[in-house]
C-alpha cells in the first residue's frame, strides 16, 4: 500500500472555530486586530496550529478551554440538515433541537453534507472537538455506500492505494462489498480524513454514482442501530471515561452521574492511538 502523504495542520481560524470559541469571520477580525497570540507570538492570519500551542485571546489562554461538565452526543443526522450553525438561506441545521446549555455551545465534530445521512458527534467541549477531527490523532471515518453500479476488484485496490483527483491525493484504509443486486451496490468503507466529498470523489474516478452515503462511525464511536433518524442520544458515564482515556484527555464528570437504565455502549473496541 502507498503511504499516505503527511497531513497538514489546521489553520488557526479554522480550530478555534471548530473548537466553539466563534466563528470563522470573528477569529479573523481576531487576529487583525493582533488580539490572539500562539506560543507568546502575535498570531498571523492563516497561521496552522499543533495540538499542544499555547493560543491567547487578550491575554487569556483557549487552548485549555473545558466546560463545567463534559458532554457528548451521537445524532443520527437526517438528509436535508446543514452543519452550519445558522444557514443564510433558513434550512435546518443540525443544532435545532439539541439540549440548551448553561454555558458554551455545542460543537460538530466533523461535518455532513446536506445529502449525507448518519453519525453526527457533537460535544460542549473544544478541546475534545479539536482531538477528534485532528488529522495527527488517527481516527478513521466508516460510510455506508450504495452506489449505481459494481466495482471490480481492480478498482477496489486502487481507492485503497490512493489516487489523486484535482491535485489532491484521496484513499481509503478500507472497502468492502457488502450487497447489492441491479443497478444498486451497497459497501463499507474507511478513510482517514474528513475531506469535503472525499467518498463521492473516489466512487466518481472509479465511474460509479453514490445515491446514498451514511456514516456508521467515527473512530470508536458507533451510530447506533436503535437510534431512528433525526434523534439523538448522549454518552453515558463510562463511554465517556473511555473515550477520554483512548484520546489522552481528561473529561470534566460530575460526582453523581445520572443513572441511566440499561443503556448500551456507543463505543467499540479501538487501538490505541500511537500520535498521541
Not at 440538515?81 to 439539541?98: A, I, M, S
Not at 464511536?221 to 433518524?229: D, E, K, M, N, Y
Request: net charge positive; aromatic share 6%; with cysteine.
Amino acid at each position: 500500500m502507498a503511504d499516505a502523504p503527511p497531513q497538514q495542520a489546521p489553520r488557526l481560524q479554522k480550530a478555534l472555530a471548530e473548537m466553539g470559541h466563534g466563528s470563522r469571520r470573528q477569529v479573523e477580525q481576531w487576529i487583525a486586530d493582533g488580539r490572539v497570540f500562539v506560543n507568546g507570538e502575535p498570531a498571523r492570519l492563516g497561521q496552522r496550529v499543533e495540538p499542544g500551542d499555547d493560543i491567547a485571546l487578550d491575554g487569556k489562554p483557549l487552548s485549555g478551554h473545558r466546560p463545567g461538565t463534559s458532554r457528548v452526543l451521537v445524532l443520527n443526522k437526517p438528509e436535508g440538515l446543514v452543519c452550519t450553525r445558522r444557514d443564510p438561506e433558513g434550512r435546518r441545521t443540525v443544532f435545532d433541537g439539541l439540549p440548551r446549555l448553561r454555558q458554551g455551545r455545542w460543537i460538530a465534530v466533523g461535518r455532513l453534507d446536506i445529502a449525507t445521512t448518519g453519525l453526527l458527534v457533537l460535544t460542549n467541549d473544544g478541546a475534545l472537538a479539536h482531538r477528534m477531527m485532528h488529522p495527527s490523532t488517527g481516527l478513521d471515518r466508516e460510510y455506508a455506500v450504495r452506489a449505481y453500479g459494481r466495482l471490480d476488484d481492480a478498482w477496489m485496490q486502487r481507492l485503497i492505494e490512493g489516487v489523486v483527483i484535482d491535485g489532491e491525493r484521496y484513499a481509503f484504509t478500507d472497502i468492502r462489498y457488502y450487497d447489492g443486486s441491479g443497478r444498486n451496490h451497497w459497501y463499507h468503507v474507511a478513510l482517514m480524513d474528513g475531506k469535503n466529498r472525499a467518498v463521492r470523489k473516489l466512487f466518481e474516478r472509479a465511474g460509479l454514482t453514490v445515491s446514498r452515503l451514511k456514516r456508521v462511525r467515527f473512530g470508536p464511536v458507533v451510530l447506533p442501530a436503535t437510534l431512528s433518524r433525526g434523534r439523538f442520544a448522549e454518552l453515558g458515564h463510562a463511554d465517556l471515561k473511555a473515550l477520554y482515556s483512548l484520546l489522552k484527555l481528561a473529561p470534566a464528570l460530575p460526582r453523581h452521574p445520572p443513572r441511566r437504565k440499561d443503556q448500551a455502549s456507543m463505543l467499540i473496541p479501538y487501538p490505541e492511538l500511537g500520535g498521541l
